[in-house]
């Protein structure tokens, strides 16, 4: 089964969700960013990396927050709250980025996986403050 991370990352209120490129599979589609791990690393290390690489951003303490399995994709996706520590957001791979609301979910088409997550998520664990997620 392949493992997947994905943040969710917040700031003021909000969480930075992201449209895949329309040439990727799910293509236009919105996601939390993240990534495949890769030999050697645990999944939080994994999506340190992959906010690097896709973000150019520097996360905090990834927190989990949720896990979403498709079967017919073989697919295990990991959720963590975590926040910007250091960085300004770059496109690097996505389409475009948003900064949304709670109330702003539904404007939005997410990818299979994400949706399977939002579905079954505490909306207002979601988008609580990060720091608030230490305690």
């Known amino acids: 089964m392949l493992e ?9 209120g909000k969480i930075l969700i992201c449209q895949r490129p329309a040439h990727k599979s799910c293509g236009l589609l919105w996601e ?6 890769e030999a050697g690393e645990n ?15 520097l996360i905090c303490k ?13 697919l295990h996706l990991n959720f963590f709250k975590t926040a910007i520590q250091q960085g300004s957001l770059t496109r690097k ?3 475009a980025f948003a900064w949304i609301t709670a109330d702003q979910l539904n ?5 299979p996986s994400d949706q399977k997550m939002l579905e079954q998520a505490d909306l207002e664990k ?9 305690h």
């Open 32 to 37: 939390f960013p993240g990534g495949k791990k």
């Open 62 to 74: 990834p927190l989990y927050f949720a896990d979403v399995t498709l079967p017919d994709k073989d």
């Open 93 to 95: 791979e996505h389409a």
């Open 107 to 111: 404007q939005y088409s997410f990818c």
């Open 43 to 57: 999944i939080e290390q994994s999506l340190i990396r992959e906010c690097q690489e896709e973000l150019g951003v």
């Open 4 to 12: 997947v991370s994905a943040a969710i990352l917040e700031q003021d």
């Open 126 to 134: 979601l988008f609580a403050p990060y720091s608030e997620q230490n």
